[in-house]
């Protein structure tokens, strides 16, 4: 391993004209080599940015989708991907990523570096979103949360680097589940699922959740592993007026009891039993979406809760909720979406940071915020980057 990677080393450094093949390069000067390497490279992916801090016209009812965008653009390993077109040479489909052409427009014109507006008409990118999700066009319950879900499921199909139908006899055969461990059953799943979605919107969002089955009859475990893009948490129903973003987190993963009814067949006793039920996340994604299930839907409405959930801006640590024994799993906040108001009545904004701080993004004003301030009942959905250093090697 050691030898391998140094022998890549070596050969980037000759190939890039740093030093001659036939000179025996020291540890050192490798090492020098190779990081003045890395720094050529960074700056080359440096693309000039304007400040970002630019409000989005509400063109009729569009607040829901102007606070997901700022959310979006604050994304940096999305926005970056968009503005330098890279997704043009990644996408396997011929037909023009038209959805994805119009967000990137929207894109460049709030991060341009002469900032001409300071404020963007998104109109021309929410209709091609309208044409390419007709769902969405007739939808009167605009919801943000869904709307984020639709827009990157469908900016995901147009630059996938998979071809939309896999070649028959590419398929891996169904793992035989009881010879394997845990962790090579989830990582099985993971390349099969990579095998069809690939993309960059992947490789930010998605991760892997694992619900493990537990029968109280044979007492035999068994599991499977869904892929998710978001993590939607319930807010658990008290007396009080604050809940903690970890008590939602403990609710989402707590052990569920399940009657013989309700259980799915356990694979020993082939049939229903009494059980037990966790969720848990197998694969933690570079970018976790958090969305605090504030509505609820009973027969006849649909009702809000208003409850202050207190969330973490650093440092959320989501390792309790992994693997066993993962060590701890830390993400810092970048962006939040709020919704104000009543479930027929309300508001999207968004909170955003950057290099300066955190800013207020209010359809098209846009205005720095203190740190202290982001707490709010309305939060809704929480965007958190991976502190990558962070993570146990
Ligand atoms: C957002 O902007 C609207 C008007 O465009 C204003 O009525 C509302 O009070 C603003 N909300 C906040 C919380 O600043
Ligand atoms: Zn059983």
Redesign the pocket.
């Known amino acids: 391993m050691e030898n391998s990677c140094e022998t890549l080393c070596r050969s980037l450094v000759v190939h890039n004209g740093l030093q001659s093949e036939s000179v025996d390069i020291s540890q050192s000067v490798l090492y020098t080599s190779l990081m003045g390497l890395l720094l050529v490279a960074d700056k080359k992916a440096d693309i000039p940015l304007g400040s970002g801090q630019v409000g989005l016209r509400n063109v009729g009812n569009t607040c829901f989708l102007n606070s997901v965008v700022q959310c979006l653009s604050h994304t940096r390993g999305l926005r970056d991907y968009c503005l330098t077109k890279a997704y043009l040479q990644d996408k396997h489909s011929k037909q023009e990523p038209v959805l994805m052409n119009a967000f990137t427009q929207v894109l460049s014109r709030l991060w341009d570096t002469e900032g001409k507006d300071t404020v963007v008409n998104p109109s021309r990118f929410y209709s091609t979103f309208k044409e390419a999700v007709p769902y969405f066009s007739g939808y009167s319950q605009q919801d943000a949360q869904e709307f984020l879900r639709f827009l990157l499921d469908r900016l995901h199909t147009e630059i996938n680097r998979r071809p939309a139908k896999c070649p028959p006899g590419t398929d891996t055969a169904e793992p035989k589940h009881k010879c394997f461990r845990l962790s090579e059953q989830a990582a099985v799943m993971w390349k099969k699922y990579l095998q069809r979605d690939d993309s960059r919107i992947v490789d930010l969002f998605s991760g892997q959740l694992r619900s493990s089955l537990h029968c109280s009859v044979c007492s035999h475990y068994s599991n499977t592993f869904d892929v998710f893009c978001d993590l939607s948490l319930p807010i658990p129903k008290r007396s009080g007026d604050k809940v903690s973003l970890k008590e939602c987190l403990d609710l989402f993963s707590q052990v569920e009891k399940l009657d013989a009814e309700n259980a799915p067949m356990c694979e020993r006793c082939c049939r229903r039993t009494a059980s037990t039920k966790r969720l848990t996340i197998q694969r933690f994604p570079k970018v976790i979406v958090i969305h605090l299930n504030r509505f609820t839907t009973s027969r006849y409405s649909i009702s809000k809760s208003t409850v202050c959930v207190t969330f973490p801006i650093n440092n959320l640590d989501l390792g309790p909720y992994g693997p066993v024994d993962c060590g701890p799993v830390l993400y810092n906040l970048y962006a939040v979406c709020y919704h104000s108001g009543t479930v027929n009545m309300g508001h999207y904004?968004a909170c955003c940071q950057d290099e300066d701080g955190w800013w207020y993004y209010?359809?098209s004003?846009v205005q720095q915020v203190p740190v202290d301030q982001l707490q709010s009942s309305q939060a809704y959905v929480l965007f958190y980057q991976l502190n990558n250093s962070s993570l146990r090697k």
């Open positions: 904004t209010n359809d004003s």
